[in-house]
């Protein structure tokens, strides 16, 4: 704890105080600015306790460190970089950051500045004359891509002069990234098996809907049996049907076969990453047409947009095998 008497300050101001010294008020900064005597923008100083005392009163104390950014004075082009958890472009509190990328902004005269959103996903960049200006999130090549997005990518930006003349300042340049691009770690992934799709059903279900967003594929299913909660598993029949574009047949399998009559409906969700994989290293981005198989005969046909890997574990297993 450093106890602090005396500040110098511009004006100057102080008092003699009962012990004959002379007490300026103010701050002093003394060991915050680090060995060098400087601190650069970005770096944070370690804390430091000031006490405080006035004859009149009881002493009090607090501690504070210098977080030292740019020139306050600086115009800024700058947001938040954030998972958008309500899927409405702007952040909120509660809204994680999303720091796995960098942001690319180009503007009048060959600017060029590439910076990277910080541990709360904020980042700034000067700008040092209105215009347009471009701004793109590029994610880090170990994360999902391509990121869906709720939020323009690339955003563009006019930058307006105040009355001055001088540029002013946008703060809020955000980059929203959607949620539900990254597979819950409960959502099973879709296997591969040599097995026809006729010879993979345990137990009936109807189909009601499926739709695929990202990397995850979502059924809507009904069927009857004892509990409203049915183990599902997908499966990829052999490998990709050569046609324009490729077809992929995979089959949905109800696992649970129960002799009641109640009649429920699910939700469930699996992750096509390994699928994608799959796809990407044999024909690179592209369509893909899934024939969806079902019991009795029952097909869906959808087509699906296949591009880059999602955030299964590349080097994880393939799953062989079948019923």
Same mark, same amino acid.
């Given at each position: 704890?450093? =106890? ?23 701050? %002093? ?11 650069? @923008? ?8 000031? *006490? $405080? ?48 990328? =960098?942001? /690319? ?31 793109? $999130? ?7 891509? @391509?990121?869906? $997005? ?8 006019? *930058?307006?002069? !105040?009355? %001055? ?8 340049? #955000?980059?929203? /990234? ?11 992934? *879709? ?28 059924? #809507?299913?009904?069927?009857? !049996?004892? =509990?409203?909660? #049915? ?5 990829? =029949? ?11 047949? /995979? ?9 009641? %009559? ?23 981005? !592209? ?8 019991? %009795?005969?029952?097909? #869906?046909?959808?087509?699906?947009? /296949?591009?880059? @890997? ?14």
């Amino acid at each position: 704890m450093t =106890s602090t008497r005396w500040a110098t300050t511009p004006s100057g101001d102080g008092v003699v105080d009962s012990t004959g010294v002379w007490v300026q008020w103010g701050y %002093d900064y003394a060991g915050l600015i680090g060995d060098d005597g400087a601190l650069a @923008p970005g770096e944070a100083s370690e804390s430091k306790t000031w *006490i $405080f005392h006035d004859p009149a009163l009881a002493s009090f104390a607090f501690a504070a460190n210098a977080d030292v950014g740019g020139d306050p004075g600086a115009t800024v082009l700058g947001g938040r970089c954030f998972l958008d958890q309500n899927y409405d472009g702007r952040p909120q509190p509660g809204e994680e950051p999303f720091t796995a990328g =960098s942001v /690319i902004v180009t503007g009048p005269g060959d600017f060029w500045f590439a910076t990277s959103p910080d541990f709360d996903g904020r980042y700034g960049v000067p700008i040092y004359e209105p215009g347009l200006y471009q701004l793109t $999130f590029e994610s880090y090549a170990m994360t999902p891509m @391509p990121l869906t $997005f709720t939020t323009p990518n690339p955003l563009t930006v006019m *930058i307006v002069a !105040g009355p %001055d003349g001088a540029p002013q300042s946008y703060p809020n340049a #955000h980059f929203g /990234i959607a949620p539900d691009w990254f597979p819950p770690p409960s959502v099973l992934p *879709i296997w591969f098996t040599e097995l026809p799709p006729e010879a993979l059903h345990v137990a009936p279900w109807n189909f009601q809907d499926a739709s695929v967003q990202g990397a995850l594929m979502t059924f #809507h299913v009904g069927y009857s !049996g004892c =509990s409203p909660e #049915h183990p599902f598993a997908l499966w990829m =029949s052999g490998e990709f049907m050569e046609s324009q574009p490729p077809r992929a047949s /995979i089959t949905l399998v109800n696992e649970l076969a129960e002799e009641c %009559d109640a009649a429920f409906e699910q939700w469930t969700t699996f992750d096509l990453g390994p699928l994608f994989r799959r796809y990407m290293e044999a024909y690179g981005p !592209g369509e893909l047409i899934l024939d969806v198989h079902g019991p %009795d005969g029952f097909m #869906h046909v959808m087509k699906i947009g /296949i591009a880059l @890997p999602d955030s299964t574990d590349p080097d994880g297993p393939v799953y062989p095998g079948g019923h």
